[in-house]
Each structure stands twice: as C-alpha cells, then as structure tokens.
C-alpha cells in the first residue's frame, strides 16, 4: 500500500486500514497471519515533509513462554512520525530506515521518529509492519490475573515449575493440559 504524498492536501487526510480494509493485509501477513489489527493516522504537510500521528492495534499470535499455550498478544503502537524526503539516492537501498531524531534537531517532542520516502511515496505496509515488529516481546507471556492466575491456563505461576527453568522439574515433559486435570474450580 504506498500513499502518494503529492495528493496529500494542506488540511491533511485521515486514513484507516483493518483485516477487512486489507490493504495491509499481505504486508503483515508474516508477523499477524491471519489476526486482526486495525490502524488509523492523520498525515499533513509540515515544512518540507509530512507529519504522521496516530495508533495501531494488532492481536499478534505467539506461544506464551511459561506454558506453552498459543496466546494472542495485544500490541498497540503509538505513531508520531514525521515523513522526510530522502536527499541523497543510495543505488541498492530501496527502503530507508526510520532514524530517530537527535537532542540537536528542533522538534521539541523527543519522541518524534523520522521516516525518509523516495518520490513523494510513503510505503504504508512498511511502516506499520516496522512499528509492530518492534513492539514484539522477546519472551512472549500470557497475561496474569490479580490472584497470580495465568489467564489462558489457569495455572498458578507463582507456584509451578516452568519447563524453561533451570532446574528441570519433573513439569518439563508434562503437557500444559495435564496441569488442568488438576484444577478444581473452587
Ligand atoms: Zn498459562
């Protein structure tokens, strides 16, 4: 999905794209397969380049690394972008990386992450892809309750023997499922 910037007019233009949108269906198949995610964003003009601000939502699949379970994690991306036209051609870079803005710019906000495009086009399915793909946890896990209760499994973690754990507790070759024969609802 690129955007042309050139259309883009002085009061800016909102956009939203979702599963059933799906122009960033194929850009996001890798990371969310067939999950849902829903992104909207305002672009305007700003100077020499555009200003992005907006969120992103995605259910990314992932295996909880406590019990094993396929879980869907919620990922939500904050984005506060500003769009800059590349200066100088690399022969053999299509894509720019987003650089993030140093103390000595003047943009006040330091939050603000600048993006390059070539040819008045911002590549969406790029962009959205990099922003989610940076919030992906390196040891995905399921969301507990007050009680310290895995939401998916019910399992107490406080209180149980993890196979990834350095003492290999006889859990280790248990199914996830075999601890749920033992639970009682109270
Ligand atoms: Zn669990």
Known sequence: MIINLNEIPDEGLSY????ETGELNESLQELLEDS?????FYLR???????????????LPEMCSRCGIDIRLGLNAEFNEIL??????ERNSKYSKPNHISDNDHL???????????????DVGDFV???????VPICPVAEVDDKGNC???????????????EDMGENIKKSPFDILKNFKPQ
Do not use: H, W
């Not at 849902?36 to 909207?40: L, Q």
């Not at 700003?46 to 969120?55: D, N, V």
């Not at 006040?108 to 086009?121: C, G, H, L, M, Y």
């Open 108 to 122: 006040e906000n330091k939050n603000v992450n600048v993006t390059e495009f070539i040819k008045d086009e911002f």
């Open 151 to 165: 939401n998916v499994c019910g399992v107490d973690i406080n209180n149980t023997k993890f196979g990834y754990e």
């Open 16 to 19: 939203s794209f979702s599963r």
């Open 84 to 89: 800059m036209p590349k200066l100088k051609l």
């Open 36 to 40: 849902n995610y829903k992104v909207d």
């Open 129 to 135: 892809r990099e922003a989610f793909t940076l919030l």
């Open 45 to 59: 003009p700003l100077g020499q380049g555009f200003e992005l601000k907006g969120k992103g939502t995605a259910e």
